[in-house]
């Protein structure tokens, strides 16, 4: 191995209120660590991109502790093992863990998991389809809420990574109808081809006056908070289930939004329940069984947003929430040109 230095971004101070700002992160270039007794070393080839970044950089309590200054970024991530001293692992070994943003890892081969790609499958899907992605539409629709035949389903933020697969299993799903949103045209048409019954522009100047023309909901999937949610809750059937998935909304924003539709979870006797996916692991080999049976029967494809190089992961973010992803979004650290000729960072639908 030539390669001797580690390019790492790391979180250089905390964002105030609102987006991330040009002195959020900082890059650093360290030696690569060697793995001691019982530890591997692993070149990184994807690395997440995802909404709730936003909230690790904020020192508050939550599911998973804050990212520390000067800390990397943590990122659930995707590489191979190149040097190994875990008679668990041997050189090309393809590894999940939170690797974060940095081209080498390096630590004990118990921490991580082992993964491997099936034949026709792409190393890509176990951060998407088969990965936390995939698996935060499963658990989410199934386990909270306890999806039924001829449901009508309301999902939010549904041209992104959990949207779009939650959209496509609501869709297939017997009878269900599906009304999906999302902030752009574009979006629009893509649900449509995923097959959503019914598509609203939540920028739309009449999007209020279009969201009361859709029948009352049985299933409302909030990956965005804020004022669809209060529109949601306005419009429930009786014992309709809000699965309470993210609230991207609120995310960047300097005061939270009122929320006035509160008492119908009481006299529509409904259920709002959030959850972790990382709580749910024991669900996750049933919920990739189900999305491949879905792939298999072609009723179900993933879309990734593909960027090229750590030093894009710090816009990748900030793009998120300007909505300019569609489904996964990824940071490749793999060669550019070798990937788009299989087809990565173009749609694939
Ligand atoms: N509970 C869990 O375990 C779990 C796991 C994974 C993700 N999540 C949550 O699920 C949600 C979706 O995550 P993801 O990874 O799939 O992200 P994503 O949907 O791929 O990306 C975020 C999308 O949110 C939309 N958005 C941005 N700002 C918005 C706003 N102010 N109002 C409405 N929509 C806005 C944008 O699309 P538009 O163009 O449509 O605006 C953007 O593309 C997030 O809230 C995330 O935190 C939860």
Redesign the pocket.
């Known amino acids: 191995m030539s390669q001797t230095q580690n390019k790492q971004i790391v979180l250089n101070e905390r964002p105030q209120r609102g987006p991330i700002t040009d002195k959020t992160f900082r890059t650093e270039t360290n030696e690569i660590k060697q793995p001691g007794e019982g530890e591997v070393l692993v070149k990184v080839e994807y690395v997440s991109i995802?909404?709730?970044m936003r909230g690790w950089l904020n020192d508050v309590r939550s599911y998973l502790p804050p990212v520390q200054i000067g800390a990397v970024m943590r990122a659930t991530s995707i590489g191979r093992v190149i040097k190994s001293n875990d008679s668990n692992f041997k050189e090309g070994d393809l590894v999940f863990d939170s690797f974060g943003w940095q081209e080498y890892w390096t630590g004990p081969g118990k921490a991580i998991q082992k993964r491997v790609t099936p034949e026709g499958g792409r190393d890509i899907d176990h951060m998407g389809l088969y990965g936390?992605?995939g698996m935060?539409a499963y658990v989410?629709l199934f386990e909270i809420g306890k999806l039924e035949d001829g449901d009508h389903v309301v999902i939010?933020?549904?041209?992104?990574?959990?949207?779009q697969i939650a959209t496509q299993i609501a869709v297939a799903h017997p009878k269900c109808k599906v009304t999906a949103i999302?902030?752009?045209q574009e979006?629009l048409d893509y649900l449509k081809k995923l097959g959503a019954h019914n598509v609203l522009n939540?920028k739309d100047a009449d999007f209020k006056k279009q969201f009361k023309a859709i029948d009352n909901i049985d299933v409302y999937f909030d990956?965005?908070g804020?004022e669809?949610l209060d529109l949601a809750l306005g419009q429930l059937n009786p014992y309709a289930r809000i699965i309470a998935?993210?609230?991207?909304?609120a995310y960047n924003a300097e005061k939270p939004t009122p929320i006035y539709n509160y008492f119908n979870l009481v006299s529509m006797k409904s259920t709002m329940r959030?959850?972790?996916?990382?709580d749910h692991a024991d669900k996750f080999k049933q919920g990739s069984e189900y999305l491949a049976g879905l792939v298999k029967e072609n009723k179900l494809k993933a879309d990734y947003h593909v960027t090229y190089g750590l030093d894009t992961c710090v816009n990748t973010l900030r793009d998120?929430?300007?909505?300019?992803?569609f489904?996964?979004?990824v940071v490749s650290l793999k060669d550019q040109k070798e990937q788009e000729e299989e087809g990565f960072g173009k749609s694939r639908l």
Do not use: H, Q, R, W
């Open positions: 995802d909404p709730t936390l992605t935060t989410g939010s933020g549904a041209a992104g990574a959990v949207g999302a902030g752009s979006k939540y990956n965005v804020g669809i998935c993210g609230a991207i909304s959030g959850f972790i996916v990382l998120m929430f300007e909505g300019k992803n489904g996964k979004t």
